[in-house]
T-cell receptor, first 113, second 114 residues
Framework: DSGVTQTPKHLITATGQRVTLRCSPRSGDLSVYWYQQSLDQGLQFLIQYYNGEERAKGNILERFSAQQFPDLHSELNLSSLELGDSALYFC????????????FGPGTRLTVL | AQSVTQPDIHITVSEGASLELRCNYSYGATPYLFWYVQSPGQGLQLLLKYFSGDTLVQGIKGFEAEFKRSQSSFNLRKPSVHWSDAAEYFCAVGASNTGNQFYFGTGTSLTVIP
């Protein structure tokens, strides 16, 4: 158990819908990262937050957004969902932003029908 | 640009045999390297990491990896594989100049046969 929690574990929804994925980092970790894992794209970095502020952006679509709250939990919002958004979404956390080990949550499996 | 290559998509070994998973990276500065393992339906578990110092690092579950700067490699090894080692293995490089963004390889799937 990494100490990173993600909810829900599974999510099934329809095209065009919007969903919110939630992540709670390890106690004491200030940085949260979101990744998407799909069969064709592998593990792709989406976005990073540090202590409430966006720190780095990767291959995140404009339909996707995220935020980190004062209690340090983070939410990833996915809207206007498409079939291709079906994937495993991982959250990771680390103490800070400088070359620190990232600890991964169990992931949320999103299925878009 | 930073990148990680895992040349072997799939490897099959017999239980008790030795294992080496290859990882090559491209990074302009001193790399921070990691190996993670992912069992089916699970998250990623850290096996080991290299930040600096001794180029041979020990990890959990009997794994080790050696950093070779001249070859831009960070290969994962285990002297004797157990059936429970069957999983997907990911090599990653951390990029300190972009806020600790990780770049992952495409993974190597390991099958262990009795």
């Amino acid at each position: 158990d990494s100490g990173v929690t993600q909810t829900p574990k599974h999510l099934i929804t329809a095209t065009g819908q919007r969903v919110t994925l939630r992540c709670s980092p390890r106690s004491g970790d200030l940085s949260v990262y979101w990744y998407q894992q799909s069969l064709d794209q592998g593990l792709q970095f989406l976005i990073q937050y540090y202590n409430g502020e966006e720190r780095a952006k990767g291959n995140i679509l404009e339909r996707f957004s995220a935020q980190q709250f004062p209690d340090l939990h983070s939410e990833l919002n996915l809207s206007s969902l498409e079939l291709g958004d079906s994937a495993l979404y991982f959250c990771a956390s680390s103490v800070d932003v400088s070359t620190d080990t990232q600890y991964f949550g169990p992931g949320t499996r999103l299925t878009v029908l | 640009a930073q990148s990680v290559t895992q040349p072997d998509i799939h490897i099959t070994v017999s239980e008790g045999a030795s294992l080496e998973l290859r990882c090559n990276y491209s990074y302009g500065a001193t790399p921070y390297l990691f190996w993670y393992v992912q069992s089916p339906g699970q998250g990623l578990q850290l096996l080991l990491k290299y930040f600096s110092g001794d180029t041979l690092v020990q990890g959990i579950k009997g794994f080790e990896a050696e950093f070779k700067r001249s070859q831009s490699s960070f290969n994962l090894r285990k002297p004797s594989v157990h059936w429970s080692d069957a999983a997907e293995y990911f090599c990653a490089v951390g990029a300190s100049n972009t806020g600790n963004q990780f770049y992952f390889g495409t993974g190597t799937s390991l099958t262990v046969i009795p």
